[in-house]
């Protein structure tokens, strides 16, 4: 059946949703990854660290997509495209040594369309040859494999970014099935979790809590910890406050 999309109670899901391409190598798929993202109605996209921006290349690639590469923000670390989203979702074609939550894509829309109605969320997408740092996929709340064979996991980075956009306005449209949440205080975004994580690492050095030349994985299952609990402004200024009135007293 068609569905008829003026019907459907529209939302800010698509609106929310900021697709961030990272140190991506050849300019056609900057071009490839606007006109998927068009297609499916995501318009914001973010680049860290381009190679190869503006191009030529790219604008031919994007075919009538072209507004997406004009409007698009260019950014010098993962970590400032993404500072003020609630929930940042990293895209990974192989598994990595400490896990993180990981979903399909089905899920991770969800996850994502859920979290849309308090804020901003980003998908994030790595380099052609390499993908994600283990540091950048850290800044991530949880992880979306696209369940591709093991024999031959990794598709092309436009491709990739095309099943999530399809992932994710297909929710769009079937959004009464959402089971909405309600939270009675706004989440942390990226930049306010970032702060408390360091706030904590701080501290456990001045207590002398590990060896800062061997942190093994320490800091990781923290800022693991961290990421996974969708933590609000409230309860990170407790922390933060908690810490600092330590550190208060030690001195
Ligand atoms: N050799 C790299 C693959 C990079 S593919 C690696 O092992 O990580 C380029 C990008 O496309 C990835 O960083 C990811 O964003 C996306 N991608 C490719 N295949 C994927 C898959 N099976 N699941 C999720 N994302 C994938």
Same mark, same amino acid.
């Given at each position: 059946?068609?569905?008829?999309?003026?019907?459907?109670?529209?939302?800010?899901?698509?609106?929310?949703?900021?697709v961030?391409l990272?140190?991506?190598?050849?300019?056609?798929?900057?071009? !490839? =990854?606007? @006109?998927?993202?068009?297609?499916?109605? %995501? #318009?914001?996209? +973010?680049? /860290?660290?381009?190679?190869e921006?503006p191009?030529?290349? !790219? =604008?031919? @690639?994007?075919?009538?997509?072209?507004? %997406? #590469?004009?409007k +698009?923000? /260019?950014?010098?670390?993962?970590?400032?495209?993404?500072?003020?989203?609630?929930?940042?979702?990293?895209?990974?074609?192989?598994?990595?040594?400490?896990?993180w939550?990981?979903?399909?894509?089905?899920?991770?829309?969800?996850?994502?369309?859920?979290?849309?109605?308090?804020?901003?969320?980003?998908?994030?997408?790595?380099?052609?040859?390499?993908?994600l740092?283990?540091?950048?996929?850290?800044?991530?709340?949880?992880?979306?494999?696209?369940?591709?064979?093991?024999?031959?996991?990794?598709?092309?980075?436009?491709?990739?970014?095309?099943?999530?956009?399809?992932?994710?306005?297909?929710?769009?449209?079937?959004?009464?099935?959402?089971?909405?949440?309600?939270?009675?205080?706004e989440?942390?975004?990226?930049?306010?979790t970032?702060?408390?994580?360091?706030?904590?690492?701080?501290?456990?050095?001045?207590?002398?809590f590990?060896?800062?030349?061997?942190?093994?994985k320490?800091?990781?299952?923290?800022?693991?910890?961290?990421?996974?609990?969708?933590?609000?402004?409230?309860?990170?200024?407790?922390?933060?406050?908690?810490?600092?009135?330590?550190?208060?007293?030690?001195?």
């Amino acid at each position: 059946m068609h569905v008829d999309e003026k019907k459907i109670k529209s939302d800010n899901l698509l609106n929310s949703v900021k697709v961030v391409l990272v140190g991506t190598t050849h300019p056609g798929n900057i071009g !490839a =990854t606007a @006109r998927a993202m068009k297609n499916m109605g %995501i #318009l914001d996209l +973010a680049l /860290v660290e381009p190679k190869e921006f503006p191009s030529d290349v !790219a =604008t031919f @690639r994007s075919k009538a997509a072209k507004d %997406i #590469l004009e409007k +698009a923000s /260019v950014h010098r670390s993962l970590a400032e495209a993404i500072s003020e989203c609630e929930l940042v979702v990293g895209t990974s074609a192989r598994g990595r040594t400490v896990p993180w939550p990981v979903l399909n894509p089905r899920e991770a829309a969800e996850e994502m369309h859920k979290s849309s109605l308090n804020g901003k969320v980003a998908i994030v997408f790595g380099r052609e040859d390499r993908g994600l740092t283990n540091e950048e996929l850290g800044l991530c709340n949880f992880h979306v494999h696209i369940p591709s064979d093991p024999e031959y996991s990794s598709l092309n980075l436009s491709q990739a970014v095309q099943i999530l956009a399809y992932e994710i306005r297909l929710s769009y449209l079937q959004d009464r099935h959402v089971n909405k949440e309600y939270w009675d205080v706004e989440l942390a975004n990226n930049e306010q979790t970032e702060r408390l994580i360091n706030h904590m690492d701080e501290l456990m050095q001045e207590v002398d809590f590990y060896d800062v030349e061997n942190p093994r994985k320490l800091l990781v299952r923290v800022r693991r910890f961290f990421k996974r609990s969708k933590i609000d402004v409230m309860e990170a200024n407790i922390f933060r406050g908690l810490f600092a009135t330590i550190q208060k007293k030690l001195k």
